[in-house]
Nanobody
Framework: QVQLVESGGGLVQPGGSLRLSCAAS????????MGWYRQAPGKAREVVAR???????IYADSVKGRFTISRDNAKNTVSLQMNTLKPEDTAVYYC???????????????WGQGTQVTVSS
C-alpha cells in the first residue's frame, strides 16, 4: 500500500507565499507523474500543476508564473511553491501520484488526504 502525506498548508495574506510538500511512502518501485490538485467549496477538483518523472511540468493558466512544482525522485516527494497568493487560491490542495500496478499494466492513482490553504486578510 502507498500513502501520500501532505504538509505546509495554512492561512496567508494576499500576496504571501506558502510551500506545500507531499511525501510518498510504502511499497514503491517507481512513480510516474506527480501533481497537485485543488478543490474550492462548491467547485469541482481541478489540476493545479503536474510534473512527469522526467521533470516536465504543466500548470493551470490561473497559477502560471506564480506557482512552481518540483519533485525529488530519490525521496519520492513533490512540492508546490506558491507565491503571490490570491483569495481565489483558497481551497483544499491534494497531492496525487501515478504508480505502476503491482502486477500487469496500467496506472494506479494515489491521493493524499488534502491540506487547507486559505488566502485572506
Amino acid at each position: 500500500q502507498v500513502q501520500l502525506v501532505e504538509s505546509g498548508g495554512g492561512l496567508v495574506q494576499p500576496g504571501g507565499s506558502l510551500r506545500l510538500s507531499c511525501a510518498a511512502s510504502g511499497k514503491i518501485a517507481s512513480i510516474y507523474a506527480m501533481g497537485w490538485y485543488r478543490q474550492a467549496p462548491g467547485k469541482a477538483r481541478e489540476v493545479v500543476a503536474r510534473i512527469s518523472s522526467g521533470a516536465k511540468t504543466i500548470y493551470a493558466d490561473s497559477v502560471k508564473g506564480r506557482f512552481t512544482i518540483s519533485r525529488d525522485n530519490a525521496k519520492n516527494t513533490v512540492s508546490l511553491q506558491m507565491n503571490t497568493l490570491k483569495p481565489e487560491d483558497t481551497a483544499v490542495y491534494y497531492c496525487n501520484a501515478e504508480l505502476p500496478p503491482s502486477a500487469g499494466w496500467g496506472v494506479v492513482d494515489y491521493w493524499g488526504q488534502g491540506t487547507q490553504v486559505t488566502v485572506s486578510s
